[in-house]
C-alpha cells in the first residue's frame, strides 16, 4: 500500500476527529447554557485533574485520597444532572468513529509500542480491493455464478471442443474452485488465463 494511500486516509481521521471534537464543544456550550451547573463540575473536575498532575510531577507526599474523593462526588453529581435531564452518561465525550483509537488510526498497547488500529487496516484492506477491482466479491463469486448463461450445445466447428460451453465452463470453475481451496499448497499448479483484450 503506498504511502500517498496511507496519508490520505490519515488527513480523513485528522479531519473526523476535528469534526467530532468541535460537535462536543457545540453540545457542552448549548448545554451549559441550559444548565450551569455542569460547567461549574467541569471546571472544578478540571482544575483537580491539573493539581493531581502537579502532585505526580513534584513527587508530592500528600495524600491524594480527600482529592480522589472530591473528584468521585463531582462525577457522581455530574452523572445525576446528565439522568435527570434525560441524557447519556457519554453525552459530554466525543462520538468519535471508532472508540478504540478515537479517530486517529492508531492505538497504544500495555507495551507502549504504537500499532495502526483495526479500522486503519480495514479501511487500507478496502482501499487495496478497490485498486484490484475485488470490491464487489460479495456479488461476483462462485456462488453467484450462473452457468445458465453459456449454451449447452455442442457444436466443434464454432467452439473447437467436443463438449458444450455450459460443461466447459464448469470445468473451469471447478479448476478455479480447486485453485482457491489449494491456494497455499506450493505443489499446486498456477492458473493461466489467456483471450483477446476485453473478453470475459
Do not use: W
Not at 493539581?51 to 505526580?56: E, G, L, P
Not at 513534584?58 to 439522568?83: D, F, G, V, W, Y
Not at 478515537?102 to 492505538?107: C, F, I, L, P
Amino acid at each position: 500500500m503506498s504511502n500517498e494511500v496511507l496519508n490520505s486516509l490519515l488527513k480523513e481521521y485528522e479531519q473526523k476527529k476535528l469534526q467530532a471534537e468541535l460537535d462536543l464543544e457545540k453540545r457542552k456550550e448549548e448545554l451549559y447554557e441550559k444548565i450551569p451547573k455542569l460547567q461549574e463540575i467541569e471546571n472544578k473536575l478540571n482544575s483537580f485533574a491539573i493539581s493531581t498532575a502537579k502532585n505526580i510531577l513534584l513527587n508530592s507526599n500528600s495524600s491524594m485520597e480527600p482529592l480522589e474523593k472530591q473528584i468521585e462526588k463531582l462525577k457522581t453529581e455530574k452523572a445525576r444532572i446528565l439522568k435527570e435531564a434525560n441524557l447519556p452518561d457519554n453525552y459530554l465525550q466525543p462520538n468519535y468513529e471508532c472508540s478504540i483509537c478515537k479517530d486517529t488510526g492508531y492505538v497504544t498497547k500495555n507495551n507502549y509500542k504504537t500499532e495502526m488500529c483495526n479500522c486503519l487496516k480495514q479501511k487500507l484492506l478496502d482501499a487495496s480491493f478497490n485498486k484490484s477491482n475485488m470490491a464487489n466479491l460479495n456479488k461476483e463469486n462462485f456462488n453467484n455464478f450462473r452457468e445458465n448463461l453459456f449454451s449447452d450445445e455442442i457444436d466443434v466447428s464454432k467452439y473447437h471442443f467436443n463438449i458444450s460451453p455450459r460443461q466447459n465452463i464448469k470445468n473451469i470453475k471447478e479448476k478455479c474452485i480447486q485453485f482457491v481451496e489449494n491456494f497455499e499448497n506450493p505443489e499446486y499448479k498456477n492458473l493461466l488465463f489467456t483471450g483477446n483484450t476485453g473478453l470475459r
